[in-house]
T-cell receptor, first 114, second 110 residues
Framework: DSGVTQTPKHLITATGQRVTLRCSPR?????VYWYQQSLDQGLQFLIQ???????AKGNILERFSAQQFPDLHSELNLSSLELGDSALYFC?????????????FGQGTRLTVV | AQSVSQHNHHVILSEAASLELGCNYS??????LFWYVQYPGQHLQLLLK??????LVKGIKGFEAEFIKSKFSFNLRKPSVQWSDTAEYFC????????FGKGTHLIIQP
């Protein structure tokens, strides 16, 4: 158990819908990262938050957004869903904002868009 | 922006064979380098990391990696693999965000 909690574990929804994925970081970690894992694209970095502020941005679509709340949990919002958004979405957390600290990963949320 | 390239997408070895998984990165500045492993049905776990100092780093479960700055490489090695090493292995670069390679699916045959 990494200490990072993601909910829900599985999500099935229709095209055009909007979903929210939730992540609770390890106790004491201030950074949260979101990743999308698919067979063809591999593990794609989406976005990082540090202590409530956006820290780094990767290949995140405009239809996707995220935020980190004062209690440090984070939510990833995916809207106008397309079939191609079906993937495993991972959240990770780390103590620092820089890239020289270990990131701990959650079990992921498997999103299926039908 | 940085990028990571893993040379082998699928590797099949027999138990006790030696392993080397290639990883090359592209970034103009100082980087931090990682290898993560994902066992079937589990989350990613850190195998080892390089921030500075000795370019040969040792990780868990007998894995090691060597940072060669001139080659922009950080290859993962293990002298003798076990069946339990069957997993997906990801090389990652920490610079602007934490960027992963596409992964290498390693299968160890008993």
């Amino acid at each position: 158990d990494s200490g990072v909690t993601q909910t829900p574990k599985h999500l099935i929804t229709a095209t055009g819908q909007r979903v929210t994925l939730r992540c609770s970081p390890r106790s004491g970690d201030l950074s949260v990262y979101w990743y999308q894992q698919s067979l063809d694209q591999g593990l794609q970095f989406l976005i990082q938050y540090y202590n409530g502020e956006e820290r780094a941005k990767g290949n995140i679509l405009e239809r996707f957004s995220a935020q980190q709340f004062p209690d440090l949990h984070s939510e990833l919002n995916l809207s106008s869903l397309e079939l191609g958004d079906s993937a495993l979405y991972f959240c990770a957390s780390s103590i620092g904002q820089g890239m020289n600290t270990e990131a701990f990963f959650g079990q992921g949320t498997r999103l299926t868009v039908v | 922006a940085q990028s990571v390239s893993q040379h082998n997408h699928h590797v099949i070895l027999s138990e006790a064979a030696s392993l080397e998984l290639g990883c090359n990165y592209s970034y103009g500045g100082t980087v931090n380098l990682f290898w993560y492993v994902q066992y079937p049905g589990q989350h990613l776990q850190l195998l080892l990391k390089y921030f500075s100092g000795d370019p040969l780093v040792k990780g868990i479960k007998g894995f090691e990696a060597e940072f060669i700055k001139s080659k922009f490489s950080f290859n993962l090695r293990k002298p003798s693999v076990q069946w339990s090493d069957t997993a997906e292995y990801f090389c990652a670069v920490g610079a602007d965000g934490l960027t992963f390679g596409k992964g290498t699916h390693l299968i160890i045959q008993p």
